[in-house]
């Protein structure tokens, strides 16, 4: 769990480290404005998670990603019960 920071600082810093892009999960695909990846075209993945600091069970987990064509940004989405499943099998399987 990062207790250090929240998920918005978080993404602020990864943004300073050349994490631009701003990645979401549509049509079983990682995408961006411009392009779109298949698991095959994930090069790297951290994960960094989250809790609300007034609901414990306010959890959220962000992605930290490089791409194999160099692209780099992060995609949130909930943890635990409030994970969009597609999406946490598609980071899984990219993982492996």
Partial sequence: ???????????????????????????????????????GDINSIEEYRFEGKSNPDDLSILYQITTKSGQKGTIADGFGPNANQELTEFILEAES
């Fill in 1 to 39: 769990m990062d207790s250090m920071n929240t998920i918005a600082q978080k993404i602020t810093e990864l943004k300073k480290e050349g994490f631009t892009e701003d990645f979401f999960f549509e049509d079983g695909k990682l995408r961006t404005d411009n392009d779109s990846f298949d698991r």
